[in-house]
């Protein structure tokens, strides 16, 4: 099977961090569903398209493997691990925490330059919706929650959160192309934005709460159409 990178081969930098480049090509394939669970990654092939040898490669796809991305089958073959439902609701349960306390803070002291930030970032989200245009709207969505952390002076929060939240991230990316859940997106954050510039933050964490639990309130359903692309 082909592997749909989008990145050139020859951009990949072959004398240093080499297998920090395939993973991070790699992590973003397979957390936006170009690759998909299930897929096959030979390690030949990837050999060739970036131009490396064989040891690069291996401790990518290792590297990959203890993040739950992929499965490697010793002398058989490598595939991209089913979304891990236990692993989707802690990172859950991570983000909530952390988030719940950004957003209770911002709201305790509203910061107008924020709160049209924010709007401003919203206006491109329900623009990119109402096309369909779900890749850049995705991107528009981590800038968001970014510019919370970012304002609540905890940038480096959002870094260790991004980190851990790859399954519960592609469970996102397979839930996004429903009808209505961009649009939804760009609601929920109209009520925790609305809530910041009010001075709110019970509302705001009630917003955010809401807005946090409806990707994994679905799994059921994307399950049931997707059985191949889950594990417990």
Same mark, same amino acid.
């Given at each position: 099977?082909n592997?749909? /990178? ?8 072959? !004398? ?17 569903l ?5 897929? +096959?990654?030979? #390690?030949?092939?990837?050999?060739? *398209?970036?131009?490396?040898s064989? %040891?690069?490669? *291996?401790?990518? =796809? ?15 073959? !490598? ?6 439902? %236990? ?17 209770? %803070?911002?709201?305790?002291? @509203?910061d ?15 623009? =990119? ?7 850049? /709207? ?18 480096? &929060?959002? %870094? ?13 990316r &397979? ?10 997106? +760009? ?14 933050? @019970? ?5 955010? #709460?809401?807005? &946090?639990? *409806?990707?994994?309130? /679905? ?5 049931? *159409? ?7």
């Amino acid at each position: 099977m082909n592997l749909p /990178f989008r990145a050139d081969a020859r951009a990949v930098d072959r !004398t240093r961090h080499a297998a920090a480049h395939v993973i991070a090509l790699l992590r973003d394939q397979i957390v936006s569903l170009a690759l998909p669970p299930g897929t +096959v990654v030979n #390690r030949a092939e990837l050999q060739e *398209r970036f131009g490396l040898s064989s %040891t690069p490669i *291996r401790d990518a =796809l290792l590297r990959l493997q203890e993040e739950g991305f992929v499965d490697v089958f010793p002398q058989h073959a !490598t595939r991209v691990s089913a979304i891990d439902l %236990t692993a989707a609701r802690q990172a859950q349960f991570l983000r909530r925490s952390v988030e719940l306390e950004v957003v209770r %803070t911002l709201a305790g002291a @509203p910061d107008p330059d924020l709160v049209r930030r924010l709007r401003s970032i919203m206006a491109q989200q329900k623009a =990119l919706a109402d096309i369909g245009e779900l890749e850049g /709207f995705e991107g528009l969505d981590q800038g968001f929650h970014r510019a919370l952390y970012e304002a609540a002076g905890a940038p480096d &929060l959002w %870094t260790i959160v991004r980190r851990n939240s790859g399954q519960i991230d592609r469970l996102r990316r &397979l839930h996004l192309p429903v009808p209505g859940k961009a649009h939804q997106i +760009v609601a929920d954050h109209e009520a925790i934005v609305g809530a910041i510039a009010a001075g709110d933050p @019970p509302g705001a964490e009630r917003a955010l #709460r809401d807005h &946090l639990s *409806r990707s994994l309130a /679905f799994s059921a359903e994307m399950r049931a *159409r997707y059985p191949g692309y889950f594990r417990d």
